[in-house]
């Protein structure tokens, strides 16, 4: 048996460290400590496998939208490892550009796989207008036109995520 389990929580290095998220606000990325790192022990989504997993670049069904339509993220994960492995494949969205404060990145979706060693298997996501879609200074829930970022890995940690962009138009 190989564990498939993921953190559904970031754990802190340190107490100093309380309430850490993976989807915080951009405004307090620039934080640091004055003794120790100001990164997580371990990042929301990271588990850990007796195998390893490998992502390729995702690719776009389109590059650019409008408003209302749908785009489809596809991304090949290959089991690189001697065994076989269940892996939980995360998909992420941000908002590039919007007229308030979001997240830096958002959890929108995921797909449990289950891959034999060497064998790859290509997974797909739907980001769909409501996946889009926020509340605005109004409390309207809404859509503005600009640069959408998908990343797509095995965990929140920035650098276990590929990354590929979009534009939604009026």
Same mark, same amino acid.
């Given at each position: 048996? %190989? /564990?498939?389990? @993921?953190? !559904?929580?970031? *754990? /802190?290095?340190?107490?100093?460290?309380?309430?850490?998220?993976? %989807?915080? @606000?951009?405004?307090?990325?620039?934080? $640091?400590?004055?003794?120790?790192?100001?990164?997580? =022990?371990?990042?929301?989504? #990271?588990?850990? $496998?007796?195998?390893?997993?490998?992502?390729?670049? /995702?690719?776009?069904?389109?590059?650019? *939208?409008r408003m209302?339509?749908? &785009?489809?993220? +596809?991304?090949? &994960?290959? %089991?690189?490892?001697?065994?076989?492995?269940?892996?939980?494949?995360?998909? #992420?969205?941000?908002?590039?550009?919007?007229?308030?404060?979001?997240?830096?990145?958002?959890?929108?979706?995921?797909?449990?796989? $289950?891959?034999? !060693?060497?064998?790859?298997?290509?997974?797909?996501?739907?980001?769909?207008?409501?996946?889009?879609?926020?509340?605005?200074?109004?409390?309207?829930? &809404?859509?503005?036109?600009?640069s959408f970022?998908? =990343?797509?890995?095995?965990?929140?940690? %920035?650098e276990d995520?590929?990354?590929?962009? #979009?534009? &939604? +138009? +009026?």
């Open positions: 048996m %190989n /564990p498939g389990g @993921k953190l !559904p929580l970031t *754990i /802190p290095r340190h107490v100093g460290q309380l309430q850490m998220t993976y %989807n915080r @606000k951009n405004t307090l990325s620039s934080f $640091s400590y004055a003794f120790g790192e100001s990164t997580p =022990l371990y990042e929301f989504g #990271y588990g850990l $496998s007796y195998t390893e997993f490998t992502y390729g670049v /995702p690719e776009l069904s389109r590059e650019e *939208i209302g339509e749908s &785009v489809t993220v +596809k991304i090949t &994960v290959t %089991n690189s490892g001697d065994r076989a492995g269940d892996e939980v494949v995360q998909c #992420y969205l941000r908002d590039d550009y919007s007229s308030v404060t979001r997240s830096v990145k958002e959890l929108k979706d995921f797909r449990r796989i $289950s891959l034999q !060693p060497g064998e790859s298997r290509e997974v797909l996501f739907t980001i769909t207008p409501d996946m889009m879609a926020f509340y605005d200074r109004s409390m309207k829930r &809404v859509i503005e036109p600009g970022t998908v =990343l797509v890995g095995s965990s929140s940690r %920035n995520l590929q990354r590929v962009t #979009y534009v &939604v +138009k +009026k």
